[in-house]
């Protein structure tokens, strides 16, 4: 899905329509209908301003991310760790499992908030 319809999509997906977004962006509707259909692009300023509206990446919006967020994409890296390393686990070895990486986690978090005093 490439930078057209994903617009689009965000624009549905937050019940707005073209002429709310537009005047969001400070842009007409007709501009902002060329975008949609993939007759132009915005400039660099205003795709900055369209993904902090949506609140996505801009590489989600360019289609070079199936994620929306960097914090989707990190969380999807631990996930996949996660998976990866407990393939041969039965289920309560990966129930196990997953109580240590959770606690692991909350005590390298409270380190993390120590070293920030």
Same mark, same amino acid.
């Given at each position: 899905?490439? @930078?057209? +319809?994903?617009?689009?999509?965000?624009?549905?997906?937050?019940?707005? *329509?073209?002429? #709310?977004?537009? #005047? *969001?962006?400070?842009?007409?509707?007709?501009?902002?209908?060329?975008? +949609?259909?993939? +007759?132009?692009?915005?400039?660099? =300023?205003?795709?900055?301003?369209?993904?902090?509206? @949506?609140?996505?990446?801009? =590489?989600?919006?360019?289609?070079?991310? #199936?994620?929306?967020?960097?914090? #989707?994409?990190?969380?999807?890296?631990?996930?996949?760790?996660?998976?990866?390393?407990?393939? +041969?686990? *039965?289920?309560?070895?990966?129930?196990? @499992?997953?109580?240590?990486?959770?606690?692991?986690?909350?005590?390298?978090?409270?380190? @993390?908030?120590?070293?920030?005093?």
């Amino acid at each position: 899905m490439g @930078f057209p +319809e994903r617009l689009k999509a965000l624009r549905l997906e937050a019940n707005l *329509t073209q002429k #709310d977004v537009a #005047d *969001t962006l400070g842009i007409s509707r007709p501009a902002y209908t060329y975008w +949609e259909k993939g +007759e132009k692009v915005p400039t660099p =300023d205003k795709l900055l301003a369209v993904a902090k509206l @949506f609140n996505v990446s801009t =590489d989600y919006l360019l289609g070079n991310s #199936d994620y929306k967020t960097l914090e #989707d994409e990190q969380l999807s890296d631990v996930e996949m760790l996660f998976r990866a390393t407990s393939l +041969e686990m *039965t289920e309560e070895e990966r129930a196990v @499992f997953k109580q240590e990486l959770v606690e692991f986690m909350k005590e390298r978090q409270k380190l @993390f908030g120590e070293d920030k005093k």
